[in-house]
């Protein structure tokens, strides 16, 4: 009967891997639906970049106090995680803290460090709660939050703080067990600055119950490890991993270039260049392509990476002039909306095979023209994502379909446009009077 | 006032070392068209080799690629380059951060490559050169603040070259405290400068000029014609009848020029 805890284990750990794996084709099938975009240049500099965004959360420390709890956090999770090597070895072998042997008094220093992090991830957690849900946090009250956001956010916070204290409650009993009448199973492994506190919660325990204690712990800890895994998908939280590729490929131009579309360098060469043949054959190889975007298939991408690594943390939004201001525009939400129309799109290929046509778009159903033109394209947002998260080019990819697909510019701006094409002014000067100025 | 356009220029058998792009709203607009003569004025004083292209000058297309319009844009580019490239135009000095953003960085990629200089950053080599002598009496600890204007800041990173400026007139500097890279927007970007902006609970000028006379600043230093509308707009709504001014850098300097050279 020993071995089935194992084949329990084992279950649990395939079962869990696969449904990862399973989500993780779907978010980079969802992500190969946008447009090709070449990101493969300067692999040494896109490398230095994510590591200084992601691994070194160098954007995050804009904000030194919640920078520091978010890299305490960060630390925390990449480092207590050495030890989930030992609980699936633990948990696929019937063993019990399997590396103490082998590494001495250094296992006994790492646990107490990861008890140390975990405690200070709790402190953090619990300031974050409060940030999030007590203080009037601008950011976080905002309407782009309202709903589920808001509960994910939470959520994580408390899963967070499970985990933490499934961790250290799972040391506080072992460590009772250790010098109780089951210390044969459970030796004197591991020091515990933090658990050891724990410990006389458990003073009028029998050692069975306590040993009872230890294991649901040691199996909850290890199933919500799994479960958080799992959750990843369906939340905010996915940053903890797109935050290195989406880091890794971001734009390395100065963010006031925006890209030239090459489909409307070809039209406008056509135009200009008198010699050329409208009907020679390498006019006729591919069939007109779309301006500018109304789906997420219209997109990049690289932009709809943006929409499943956006952490919602709405730093773009509190540094937009529009949204500043009150106007509809929040960078933030243009991204969460992108990733909903993605995962709505992604669910119609799951049910269908392939996309078909559900009379919806990121254009209108999602995205409206009134949050369009309100931006300023001053890049505030692009410069403010932690993650180098790119809000404008969307936008600007959907002005442009607005505009050269649709004609649906507001009529101000028409003028404007009118007035360049034929005075190369945006106002009604005459160009003959370009130089009065000097007069 | 003693311009030279490239068109005479070229008629002497002459290549001036540098094009002042004047941009549109120093052409047309009554308030930059101010800031263009004494950025004149300064270039004629310093002795620098350059020519204006007058009637041949077209829009960049900022306006119409940020709209949406790449069409427009790129006709006006590919335009423009033609004409940069009939004189043979190596290096473009322009008072307007749009103008330097766009013929910086979304020309190349189109067939024209320059060294792209925001009057800002000649002015501040120039001082630093010598060619341009500063009386410092007239700014001399008078509190002045600057607005990033976004696409000479953020989007181009030069942060330093205007506020050098404002520092070589020995003026007390009060930064706002949405300054570089964290500057809030005047507004005009975007294309927003030519429609009225979307409902919301204030203008985004108004806001930005609420932060600027917080310094208590009595000059509000701008280095982009548009800036200076907007925050013109913004004092005349909040604070008319003030002596609070809104000057672009170049003016500062051109006020603070010694009479001999």
Known sequence: MSFLPSILFGFLLFLAIALFVFNCRKIYRNINLGKNIDRSDNKKVRLLKMFRLAFGQSKMLDK????????????????????????????????????????GGFYDFLIGFFEILAFLVVISVLIFWIRRNILNIRRFISNDLKGW????????????????????????????????????????????????????????????SVMYVERTSWWLHIIGILFFLNYLYYSKHLHILLAFPNTYFSNLDKIGK?????????????????SHDPFSTNNNQTEIEKFGASDVFDLNWFQLLNAYTCTECGRCSSECPANETGKLLSPRKIMMKTRDRLEEVGKNIDKNGKFIDDNKSLLNDYISKEELWACTTCNACVDSCPIGIDPLSIILDMRRYLVMEQSA??????????????????????????????? | ??????????????????????????SFDDRAKKITKSFVRLLNKANISYGVLGVEES?????????????????????????????????IVTTCPHCFNTIKNEYPSLGGTYEVLHHTQLLDQLIKDGKIKIEEKLYKGKKITFHDPCYLGRANNEYSAPRSLIDSVKADLKEMKSCKDKALCC???????????????????????????????????????FCNTMLSDGIKATHDNSDIKVLDVAEIIDASVSKEL
């Open chain 1, 64 to 103: 030194p106090v919640v920078g520091l709890l978010h890299l305490i956090v960060y630390v925390a999770f990449i480092l207590i995680n050495v030890e989930l090597i030992e609980i699936i070895i633990d948990g696929l072998f019937g063993t019990h803290r399997f590396l103490a042997p082998y590494l």
């Open chain 1, 149 to 208: 956001p808001k509960t994910d956010a939470n959520y994580i916070l408390y899963i967070e703080l499970v985990l933490m204290f499934l961790f250290l409650n799972m040391n506080a009993t072992d460590f009772y067990l250790q010098s109780s009448s089951f210390s044969e199973y459970y030796k004197s492994y591991g020091y515990f600055p933090i658990s050891q506190y724990l410990v006389p919660i458990y003073s009028n325990f029998s050692d069975i």
């Open chain 1, 409 to 439: 510019a507001p009529s101000e701006l028409n003028n404007m446009m009118n007035n360049l094409e034929n005075n190369g002014a945006p106002w009604p000067f005459n160009q003959l009077d370009r130089l009065n100025w000097k007069n």
């Open chain 1, 258 to 274: 925006f890209d030239n579309l090459s489909s409307v360098f070809n039209e406008v060469k056509a135009m200009l260049d008198p």
């Open chain 2, 1 to 26: 006032m003693n311009v030279p356009t490239l068109k005479e220029l070229k008629e002497k058998g002459l290549e001036p070392e540098i094009l002042f792009w004047v941009g549109c709203a120093g």
């Open chain 2, 187 to 225: 507004g005009a970007g975007g294309a927003q400068m030519f429609k009225e902006s979307e409902k919301g609970n204030q203008e985004i000028n108004i806001k930005r000029t609420k932060q600027a006379v917080k310094t208590n600043a009595k000059i509000i230093a701008a280095a982009c014609p």
């Open chain 2, 59 to 91: 829009c960049t297309g900022d306006p119409a690629k940020r709209a949406g319009n790449e069409f427009l844009f790129q006709m006006q580019a590919v335009s423009n380059i033609e004409v940069l490239s009939s004189y043979n135009i190596k290096k």
